[in-house]
């Protein structure tokens, strides 16, 4: 005979508190330096937290060579704002941002923006029709800025005007594709995406593009980047909480605060 009993466990759980989430992306070209604050749900709490109700009463300011400015809550968009023509973002420069909470929590973080925005080469646009369906094999070509460590994203909108209107109509194209130059530097570099028409459609087009971006990013930003797209529920938002294996920059937070200088092709059908 073999008996068995039950007895109840008392585990003490490790105390957690929410923590700032911070998401912000320089580029010289921007008019606007926005940053997006949001708190993190921790994992052993009974507190209900709203996490993609943005916090409009922290503390923000960034700073670099140039000097500390602060960020101003905007209540339109739901980001901390300042505006370039007063505190420009400088190729090659290293900036902060500092954010403290109404509880007293801090969290900053840094990244220096690249040094120059490197040309797209070359856009060619194959329409592919396979199991009765059609897409555009997208094709981008540049050459990696030697000399440096470099880290790259493409991102794709198509755009359009039906027959009927004159206003042009962008589809995200979810074309989202990276590289990095690490031990090909200089080299001739050429990124594909895929873009499948939510229907076909284009008989009505009377134009339709392109416009293909080319970033040259940071670090920080190419491993956020790097891993929304691995995570396993395609959607890379909302921010993460404690347990959550995302990538982060951030101390005492979590999030991301990347850089970029971006250019610009478009790419004409018809």
């Known amino acids: 005979m073999f008996l068995s009993c039950a007895k109840e466990a008392k585990v003490k759980l490790p105390e957690t508190k929410s923590l700032p989430v911070i998401y912000s992306y320089i580029c010289p070209d921007?008019?606007?330096?926005?940053?997006?604050l949001l708190a993190s749900s921790p994992l052993y709490s009974s507190n209900q937290i709203d996490i993609l109700?943005?916090?409009s009463d922290a503390d923000v300011k960034i700073s670099s060579d140039q000097g500390i400015s602060q960020l101003i809550f905007n209540q339109n968009t739901g980001y901390y704002e300042l505006k370039t023509n007063s505190y420009p973002i400088v190729p090659g420069q290293v900036y902060k941002m500092t954010v403290t909470t109404i509880n007293g929590d801090?969290?900053?973080?840094e990244t220096q923006v690249p040094f120059t925005?490197?040309?797209?080469?070359?856009?060619?646009?194959?329409?592919?029709?396979?199991?009765?369906q059609t897409s555009d094999r997208i094709n981008v070509s540049?050459?990696?800025?030697?000399?440096?460590?470099?880290?790259?994203r493409i991102a794709v909108l198509h755009a359009f005007v039906l027959t009927f209107q004159t206003d042009t109509i962008s589809d995200d194209t979810r074309i989202n594709e990276r590289y990095s130059d690490l031990n090909h530097d200089g080299e001739n570099v050429s990124l594909v995406g895929r873009f499948y028409p939510r229907s076909d459609s284009t008989q009505y087009y009377s134009t339709e593009y392109y416009d293909v971006f080319l970033y040259n990013c940071s670090e920080s930003y190419y491993?956020?980047?790097e891993l929304l797209r691995t995570d396993l529920s395609g959607i890379g938002f909302p921010p993460p909480a404690e347990p959550t294996l995302m990538y982060s920059n951030v101390k005492g937070g979590f999030g991301c605060f990347g850089a970029y200088m971006k250019m610009k092709f478009r790419y004409k059908k018809k």
Do not use: C, Q
């Open 117 to 132: 925005a490197v040309p797209i080469n070359m856009v060619t646009v194959e329409t592919i029709i396979e199991n009765n």
């Open 30 to 36: 921007d008019s606007v330096i926005r940053l997006k």
């Open 142 to 152: 540049f050459i990696d800025e030697p000399g440096r460590v470099n880290y790259y």
């Open 53 to 55: 109700s943005p916090l």
């Open 106 to 109: 801090v969290a900053t973080a």
């Open 223 to 225: 491993k956020f980047y």
